[in-house]
C-alpha cells in the first residue's frame, strides 16, 4: 500500500505548465498538471490507451476530437488514447487536474515536465 497527498504535486507554474509524476508502473501512470491561468494543454493523442482526468482545483474545458467538455472539480472524464485531446484552464488560478493513463503507453509521458 502507498498513500500520496494532491498537496505535494501542485505547484505554480514557472511557464505554462508543471507536471508532476504521483505514481508510475508498466501498467499505469499518474500525475497532476499544473496548467497557470489563461493557459491550455496543445491537442495531442496518446495511442492506444485510456486517460481518466480528473479536476482537483479551477475548472476547464477538455476538447476531444473537437467536442467541448466543460469539467468542474470532482468530475471525471475518460478518452480513449486515440481522441485528440486538449485542455484549456477556464479559472481566475491554476487549474490543477488528475491524469491516469492506462497501460501507461509511452515513456515519455512518465516524467516531470515544465513546459
Avoid: W, Y
Avoid at 475548472?59 to 475518460?78: F, H, R, Y
Amino acid at each position: 500500500m502507498q498513500k500520496f497527498v494532491f498537496d505535494d504535486f501542485f505547484q505554480t507554474p514557472g511557464n505554462k505548465i508543471a507536471k508532476r509524476v504521483i505514481f508510475k508502473d508498466e501498467k499505469v501512470i499518474a500525475f497532476i498538471l499544473n496548467i497557470a491561468k489563461g493557459e491550455f494543454l496543445p491537442g495531442h493523442t496518446h495511442g492506444e490507451v485510456s486517460l481518466l482526468l480528473q479536476i482537483l482545483d479551477g475548472s476547464a474545458t477538455v476538447i476531444t476530437d473537437g467536442l467541448e467538455t466543460p469539467l468542474e472539480p470532482g468530475e471525471l472524464i475518460k478518452v480513449e488514447g486515440n481522441e485528440k485531446v486538449q485542455v484549456v484552464n477556464q479559472g481566475e488560478g491554476t487549474l490543477r487536474l488528475f491524469v491516469t493513463i492506462a497501460p501507461m503507453g509511452n515513456e515519455a509521458f512518465a516524467k516531470d515536465a515544465d513546459v
